[in-house]
């Protein structure tokens, strides 16, 4: 079992940063895949980023956010660079255990975590 609590979400304005964090417990953290997620109203929730040894990234956030993770830490990141007013949305975090399947599909995630609101100003 692993519990998945996301902070650092909040108000920002077009062009700001904003950094994620996910506290995981347990003792396996290293060996979970972790990944986020973003759900704005109305839409369904989608891939954002994902971490094990290799980082994968939606193109709608190439180049802009990276995840990363600290696994004596049992917390994974997300820097938000240059935020939009479309990357508003409840951000999750997500714990994958089976190293087979893509990363981009939320149903392969294990865990999730509450979600954290972050909302870009235009």
């Known amino acids: 079992q692993v519990q998945l609590v996301e902070s650092g979400g909040g108000l920002v304005q077009a062009g700001d940063s904003l950094r994620l964090s996910c506290a995981a417990s347990?003792?396996?953290?290293?060996?979970?895949?972790m990944g986020w997620f973003r759900q704005a109203p109305g839409k369904e929730r989608e891939f954002v980023a994902a971490?094990?040894?290799?980082?994968y990234y939606a193109d709608s956030v190439k180049g802009r956010f990276a995840i990363s993770r600290d696994n004596a830490k049992n917390t994974v990141y997300l820097e938000m660079n240059s935020l939009k007013p479309e990357d508003t949305a409840v951000y999750y975090c997500a714990a994958k255990n089976d190293p087979l399947g893509s990363y981009r599909t939320r149903v392969n995630y294990d865990y999730w975590g509450q979600g954290t609101q972050v909302t870009v100003s235009s």
């Open positions: 971490i094990r040894g290799t980082t």
């Open positions: 347990g003792r396996t953290f290293s060996s979970y895949a």
